[in-house]
């Protein structure tokens, strides 16, 4: 079965410009999740989605960021504007299900904000 | 807060032995626990998950759950050179619908031939 796909795999922008990044889970995951990744830290969440209904944003910051995920499977997250700060790996991850089931990251996108 | 704390390391351990990898979380009410492998510019992979108290195998892989000690400790024997990468252990709550994982910062393996 695919894995998760992401695009792109790396961007480099200037600050105040602003970027956006796309998921395709695994095939029949409802729940995705983006995470953001800065360097020598573990992953961080931002956002979950069940289907197309966000569960939880609590650590989106949500004066800059945004994601979306129209008709329940790919999804999208937005960063506008950017800082210097949001250098980081972001990673988009999927489950089959809410609850003990394991989740499966895409490769990444590489974000640097110069 | 929820936190996940590990020793970031770098853990040395020679070819052939055990690796033991430790964990402690803070939250009581975190009931999932799982252990994801990164290699260096890579994203991480899932290795394990444990949700009940003892241990639990996969190959050369243990995973050790203490919920009374809030403690998640992941083995691996025989080590190999390929294991070499960052170990993350996250936590996860059961309760209510968000159930994004909290991670550790890592701890970085070397398996020296």
């Known amino acids: 079965e695919a894995g998760v796909a992401q695009s792109p795999r790396y961007k480099i922008i200037e600050k105040r410009q602003s970027v956006a990044f796309w998921c395709n889970p695994i095939s029949g995951h409802a729940t995705l999740y983006w995470y953001q990744q800065i360097l020598g830290q573990g992953p961080k969440l931002l956002i979950q989605f069940q289907n197309n209904g966000v569960v939880d944003d609590s650590q989106l910051p949500k004066d800059r960021f945004s994601a979306e995920r129209l008709k329940g499977v790919d999804s999208t997250l937005k960063i506008q504007p950017a800082k210097l700060e949001d250098s980081a790996v972001y990673l988009c991850a999927s489950s089959r299900n809410w609850g003990n089931t394991g989740q499966y990251f895409g490769p990444g996108t590489r974000l640097t904000v110069t | 807060q929820k936190e996940v704390e590990q020793n970031s390391g770098p853990l040395s351990v020679p070819e052939g032995a055990i690796a033991s990898l430790n964990c402690t979380y803070s939250?009581?009410?975190?009931?999932?626990f799982f252990w994801y492998r990164q290699y260096s510019g890579k994203s991480p992979e899932l290795i394990m998950s444990i949700y009940s108290n003892g241990d639990k195998e996969d190959g050369r892989f243990t995973a050790q759950l203490n919920k009374a000690s809030q403690y998640v400790s992941l083995l691996i024997r025989d080590s190999q050179p390929s294991d070499s990468a960052t170990y993350l252990c996250a936590a996860r709550d059961s309760g209510g619908g968000a159930d994004g994982l909290t991670f550790g910062k890592g701890t970085h393996l070397i398996i020296q031939p």
């Open positions: 939250d009581r009410v975190s009931q999932s």
